[in-house]
């Protein structure tokens, strides 16, 4: 959301003065020498070039460097600097996203302290606010109205590496951006101008299969290149599910040379494709043809998406949201199968058969299934024993309304089976099933 279409509130400065921002430095933000504002005292930097935005990840430490204006506070009185980060990305600087203050006591004082990013931070694009005021009391409301000071608004990245954020300087404010991205069961139109938008987290799912040829539609903005010039619109797919992107994973690229222009490029998936949940990256880039699914550039967009690479053996459920709300299978035990999330494991979509359990013809016993940190979940238990992709091979359902539930299903073994069999266990929300 590095476009910020809906904007930030905006501060009130009542009274012009030498009392301002006169230089800050935070990474690869770098504005030095920016001088006074005239009232009412604000500048919004967003947007405006690659000094203007800089990357952070949550529970990181920056050093930051604030420049002091000319004047000399009265009777020694401090001028106040704090700076604002939009944590939650919902547009608004809360009291409790006030994550810095420090202060100035002479002319062109120069300040370095260390910006605390919480660990806990939301990641992806959001909004930074560096404030002065001389008021005679430290800043507690970023929108507030003040006597004398200054507020400056940039662009900052919260990039926890899962998977990493490209920066863009001027963003989509000139229209190079994705309209439309059409895909298999996907269809997501007309949603232009959001730079870098995290569409996996919002359900929408890829169903792909490998050693297959798709043509994917890609629609360009309302920018109009100049002859010679290109919006390079390329997709990217973590192939090996480690959770970047490495330049040879670049699979397709296309270029557009008019405003609203669709192209269909052939997107190839790999046939040893891993199976599995995995991020499809769709860049727009004006002008350079993206060598780097991470890197700074000037003007574009960014859209990712979940896709599944399935191929049918066995067959991969689709979870729009995953386990994110906590709906997932915590641990499962039979015989001598005794699997566990290891602490502080993200749960998956989907886990390959890579544990088994070791049984004899005739078993009979218990298998035991544990839910995750979500109160009410449907839990259920299928045994494909012949190979034809679960089909009449449910073994047991139950309801669980509290986190870490247990539920039991019975399982047993035909007296002349021998051979290999996939045990699936699904864990999703009690509302579906």
Request: charged share 15%; glycine share 10%; proline share 8%.
């Amino acid at each position: 959301m590095a476009s910020f279409a809906q904007a930030y509130c905006q501060p009130m400065y009542g009274l012009p003065s030498g009392i301002y921002i006169d230089g800050f430095i935070l990474g690869s933000i770098n504005n030095v020498g920016s001088g006074s504002t005239p009232v009412p005292g604000y500048t919004n930097y967003q947007n405006t070039g690659p000094n203007s935005i800089t990357s952070v990840t949550p529970g990181g430490s920056y050093p930051v460097t604030i420049t002091a204006g000319p004047v000399i506070p009265l009777d020694g009185e401090p001028v106040y600097y704090a700076i604002w980060v939009d944590l939650d990305h919902d547009l608004d600087y809360e009291a409790n996203e006030r994550i810095l203050l420090t202060t100035t006591v002479v002319p062109n004082e120069v300040a370095v302290v260390n910006l605390e990013i919480p660990a806990d931070a939301l990641a992806g694009y959001t909004g930074l606010r560096v404030m002065c005021v001389f008021d005679f009391a430290a800043p507690n409301d970023a929108c507030g109205s003040y006597n004398w000071g200054e507020t400056e608004d940039y662009t900052l990245v919260i990039d926890d590496g899962a998977p990493c954020i490209p920066m863009y300087g001027y963003g989509s404010i000139d229209g190079d951006y994705i309209t439309d991205f059409v895909l298999e069961n996907v269809v997501n139109q007309a949603t232009g101008g959001d730079t870098y938008t995290d569409y996996g987290a919002q359900g929408l799912v890829i169903h792909l299969a490998p050693g297959t040829e798709y043509f994917p539609i890609i629609t360009s903005g309302t920018y109009d290149p100049a002859p010679g010039h290109y919006e390079y619109l390329s997709v990217w797919i973590d192939l090996d599910q480690n959770g970047t992107f490495e330049p040879d994973e670049k699979l397709t690229v296309a270029t557009t040379e008019a405003p609203f222009e669709s192209v269909t490029p052939s997107l190839f998936i790999p046939t040893d494709a891993p199976t599995g949940y995995t991020r499809m990256r769709v860049m727009c880039v004006h002008n350079e043809d993206p060598t780097d699914a991470c890197g700074i550039y000037f003007y574009g967009e960014t859209e990712d998406y979940t896709i599944v690479i399935d191929d049918g053996s066995p067959c991969i459920p689709v979870f729009a949201y995953q386990g994110s709300d906590g709906d997932y299978v915590s641990a499962v035990q039979l015989a001598d199968l005794n699997w566990s999330l290891a602490p502080g494991e993200e749960p998956q979509g989907y886990l390959p058969p890579v544990y088994g359990a070791h049984l004899s013809a005739g078993y009979t016993g218990t298998l035991t299934v544990t839910s995750g940190s979500y109160a009410n979940d449907f839990l259920t238990a299928w045994l494909d024993l012949d190979g034809d992709g679960f089909s009449g091979d449910l073994i047991g359902e139950q309801v669980v309304n509290s986190p870490f539930a247990t539920a039991t299903f019975p399982v047993n073994i035909p007296d002349d089976f021998v051979g290999y069999a996939v045990l699936r266990v699904i864990c999703s929300s009690a509302i579906m099933d």
